[in-house]
Nanobody
Framework: QVQLVESGGGLVQAGGSLRLSCAASGRTFSNYAMGWFRQAPGKERDFVATINWSGGSAYYVDSVKGRFTVSRDNANNTVYLQMNSLKPEDTAVYYC??????????????????WGQGTQVTVSS
């Protein structure tokens, strides 16, 4: 089992920044690719970004490229999502997830084995 706990969400004005953290416990963190997803009210859970086991590779959905950066600290079992130039359309509950692969994770939620409880990000215009 891997337990994931997100933090760092909140209310921010458009153009502002937030950094989300996801602390992992349980099995060896570095065995897992990590992903970030988001879900707005009434919508499906959408892929945001993924990072491989070492942090050497990352992949983003087009709508966040150049604004969001995913990183990880395997020594502290934590993955981060730095979000800059936030837009109202980024408003959602953000989830981190762990996938039992050392390569990049999938953009499909079903490929992930463990999920956090989510953290709310609200961007005001």
């Amino acid at each position: 089992q891997v337990q994931l706990v997100e933090s760092g969400g909140g209310l921010v004005q458009a153009g502002g920044s937030l950094r989300l953290s996801c602390a992992a416990s349980g099995r060896t963190f570095s065995n897992y690719a990590m992903g970030w997803f988001r879900q707005a009210p009434g919508k499906e859970r959408d892929f945001v970004a993924t990072i491989n086991w070492s942090g050497g590779s990352a992949y983003y959905v087009d709508s966040v490229k150049g604004r969001f950066t995913v990183s990880r600290d395997n020594a502290n079992n934590t993955v981060y999502l730095q979000m800059n130039s936030l837009k109202p359309e980024d408003t959602a509950v953000y989830y981190c997830a762990a996938s039992n692969t050392r390569s990049l994770g999938s953009n499909w939620p079903g490929a992930y084995d463990y999920w956090g409880q989510g953290t709310q990000v609200t961007v005001s215009s």
